[in-house]
């Protein structure tokens, strides 16, 4: 009898030959999986066997950015105000649980980046949906500053925190040559949530008040998204019998000494990464990751404030409206333009655009007293973040690799959540203490500019100290150790 044949990891057995009876025939021709692992595994072997799998798990990780909405600041924005009067709170209490709650949410998310190294992006993607959705479920239920308090919490660290950053993560285990134009893309979805959500909440916030608008949305969350990541979202392109961007790495001439397994048979960019104790010892991701969290608390508290920066410079709130237009639309032509930048580049003079622009554009807005220069803020505020996260999304596997991108990540994403926490107090004191935005102005058009001048520096660290790495854990181990001889 012919071996049993295999299909994109799946054993079939033999057909039974002519004459033989089908019931002494006991091995199944149907794919031996558990059965809540024989639905998905079929789907995706079906999808892969026409294109490359990572060109579906794009979308998927649109989906999940957008998903997060519930939880940005652009998402409960709408919220605040029916919030704060059906609770009884002030603006200064409000204000004040929003930044602790994101303070408090910033902490746990390495654990998350720990998780998805751990058990792999799918589980991960699972548990943060699940989660994300209880966590708008229990804000439809707070009651007074404590509650608010926990909703706040479980929504800046579930949301922004847990489902953005494993959306942010999920493309970096597919693509390496042409990340920096998905990266560019899946970024393009939180451009176009930043369009529609609000008028979105302003809608549901009518009809079924800010508590049933919160129940509304995370049941469709959980509903929605959670049976599409259970039936599609897959780990790394070796589980299908695939490679990274969709092509078959070079083999190498000779082994590279001692490497991980497979890595010695084949040059694909999956098998190899620098632990989180090696990369907070480079230059490049305190340049890096400090950018990252520079434009999280400068943007954050601009857009905190922009209503009163305005007022400020004889601007109404129409026109804060119309800066916000400007910079969404620049904001989403320039982050698919960064990300194809990325990958054609050199990262460093790009990172330095971005910060220089951020400075650049934080000076416009100080001058901002009519709407032509107030529009021209926000494009060019736009523009220098389009520009640095399109250059900086991909920079992170390129530079650390992937065995440990997700507690890399994890800290980076700690980092911004923090700064930008810290982005509304420290405008909000500075104003209280001297009557203006405009110290705080300065201050954040200057910033950037330093760290603009020390980007140009940034170089990856060398990869050979990543090699040196104990044993793979995890999902992962089993498909590199399959390669190894």
Same mark, same amino acid.
């Given at each position: 009898?012919?071996?049993?044949? &295999?299909?994109?990891?799946?054993?079939?057995?033999?057909?039974?030959?002519?004459?033989?009876?089908? +019931?002494?025939?006991?091995?199944?021709?149907?794919?031996?999986?558990?059965?809540?692992?024989?639905?998905?595994?079929?789907?995706?072997?079906?999808?892969?066997?026409?294109?490359?799998?990572?060109?579906?798990?794009?979308?998927?990780?649109?989906?999940a950015l957008i998903a997060s909405s519930p939880g940005q600041t652009f998402g409960v924005s709408i919220f605040n105000e029916p919030m704060r009067l059906s609770l009884g709170l002030s603006h200064g209490e409000l204000a004040a649980t929003y930044t602790l709650g994101t303070l408090l949410g910033a902490l746990p998310i390495t654990l998350f980046g720990w998780f998805m190294d751990r058990h792999g992006i799918r589980r991960a993607m699972l548990l943060a949906v699940t989660l994300f959705a209880g966590a708008c479920l229990l804000t439809a239920v707070a009651r007074g500053w404590l509650g608010l308090l926990l909703a706040f919490w479980l929504l800046r660290m579930l949301g922004p925190g847990a489902l953005a950053f494993v959306s942010g993560n999920t493309l970096a285990y597919w693509f390496d040559r042409r990340l920096g134009l998905v990266e560019g893309i899946r970024q393009l979805g939180m451009a176009v949530a930043m369009a529609i959500i609000p008028a979105m909440n302003l809608w549901l916030v009518a009809s079924?008040?800010?508590?049933?608008?919160?129940? *509304?949305?995370? &049941?469709?969350?959980?509903?929605?998204?959670?049976?599409?990541?259970?039936?599609?979202?897959?780990?790394?392109?070796?589980?299908?019998?695939?490679?990274?961007?969709?092509?078959?790495p070079e083999p190498l001439a000779e082994p590279q000494g001692p490497t991980i397994p497979g890595a010695a048979i084949h040059n694909d960019e999956a098998y190899w990464g620098? &632990?989180?104790?090696?990369? *907070?010892?480079?230059?490049?991701?305190?340049?890096?990751?400090?950018?990252?969290?520079?434009?999280?608390?400068i943007q954050t508290a601009v857009f905190f404030c922009i209503v009163p920066i305005f007022a400020e410079r004889g601007l109404t709130d129409g026109d804060a409206a119309i800066m916000l237009t400007a910079f969404a639309i620049s904001l989403a032509v320039t982050q698919l333009a960064g990300g194809i930048?990325?990958?054609?580049?050199?990262?460093?003079?790009? *990172?330095?655009?971005?910060?220089?622009?951020?400075? %650049?554009?934080?000076?416009?807005?100080?001058?901002?007293?009519?709407?032509?220069?107030?529009?021209?803020?926000?494009?060019?505020?736009?523009?220098?973040?389009?520009?640095?996260?399109?250059?900086?999304?991909?920079?992170?596997?390129?530079?650390?690799?992937? +065995?440990?991108?997700?507690?890399?990540?994890?800290?980076?994403?700690? *980092?911004?959540?923090?700064?930008?926490?810290?982005?509304?107090?420290?405008?909000?004191?500075?104003?209280? %203490?001297?009557?203006?935005?405009?110290f705080a102005l300065v201050v954040f058009a200057l910033?950037?500019?330093?760290?603009?001048?020390?980007?140009?520096?940034?170089?990856?660290?060398?990869?050979?100290?990543a090699e040196k790495l104990p044993q793979l854990e995890g999902p992962h181990a089993a498909t590199v150790a399959a390669s190894a001889p």
């Open positions: 009898m012919e071996p049993p044949r &295999t299909n994109a990891g799946l054993t079939l057995e033999t057909p039974p030959s002519p004459g033989t009876s089908r +019931r002494h025939h006991a091995p199944s021709r149907w794919p031996r999986r558990p059965w809540h692992q024989a639905g998905p595994a079929v789907l995706a072997d079906a999808v892969s066997k026409r294109i490359y799998y990572g060109w579906l798990m794009l979308p998927l990780a649109v989906a079924f008040g800010w508590r049933g608008s919160y129940a *509304l949305l995370g &049941t469709v969350i959980w509903c929605t998204l959670f049976p599409i990541a259970w039936l599609l979202y897959r780990n790394q392109p070796a589980e299908l019998g695939q490679h990274i961007d969709g092509q078959t620098f &632990t989180l104790g090696q990369t *907070l010892h480079t230059y490049a991701f305190w340049i890096v990751g400090g950018g990252n969290a520079i434009f999280s608390l930048l990325a990958d054609h580049f050199p990262a460093p003079p790009l *990172l330095g655009l971005g910060l220089a622009g951020l400075g %650049a554009g934080v000076g416009l807005l100080y001058a901002s007293h009519s709407l032509a220069v107030a529009v021209w803020a926000g494009v060019v505020l736009g523009a220098s973040q389009g520009i640095f996260f399109g250059t900086s999304q991909p920079l992170w596997p390129r530079y650390f690799g992937r +065995r440990h991108l997700g507690k890399i990540r994890g800290f980076l994403m700690t *980092l911004a959540v923090g700064s930008s926490s810290l982005g509304p107090l420290l405008a909000g004191v500075t104003r209280d %203490a001297l009557g203006n935005f405009d910033a950037p500019l330093v760290m603009a001048a020390m980007a140009l520096a940034v170089a990856p660290p060398p990869r050979e100290a």
